[in-house]
């Protein structure tokens, strides 16, 4: 069983940055792909970014592309979504999620273990 917590979000200009965190609890998140989703309003959980177990894989939505950057750190069981160049249609509900496997998961399916998720606003 994984517990996870999401904090770091909040309000923020286009073009400025922000860094989510993603607490887990239970002794086997090193074993655990952590993925990054975000839901907008009236819109479908949409995939933004995952990460390894190890770290050593990652892979990002094309919309997020080269402004984001997913994060691991084992020993503090924490993953981390750093957000940068941010624009209005980055505005969501961002959910950190879990699996246990050694493979990289893009879809909302593939997940057992969700947060409750954290509010992040870009405006114009």
């Known amino acids: 069983q994984v517990q996870l917590v999401e904090s770091g979000g909040g309000s923020v200009q286009a073009g400025g940055s922000l860094r989510l965190s993603c607490a887990a609890s239970?002794?086997?998140?090193?074993?655990?792909?952590m993925g990054w989703f975000r839901q907008a309003p009236g819109k479908e959980r949409e995939f933004v970014a995952a990460?390894?177990?190890?770290?050593?894989?990652?892979n990002y939505a094309d919309s997020v592309k080269g402004r984001f950057a997913i994060s691991r750190d084992n020993v503090k069981n924490t993953v981390y979504l750093q957000m940068s160049s941010l624009k209005p249609e980055d505005t969501a509900v961002y959910y950190c999620?879990?699996?246990?496997?050694?493979?990289?998961?893009?879809?909302?399916?593939?997940?057992?273990?969700w947060g409750q998720g954290t509010q992040v606003t870009v405006s114009s």
């Open positions: 999620a879990a699996r246990s496997g050694m493979n990289i998961y893009t879809a909302y399916g593939q997940y057992n273990y």
């Open positions: 990460i390894t177990w190890s770290g050593g894989f990652t």
């Open positions: 239970g002794r086997t998140f090193s074993s655990y792909t």
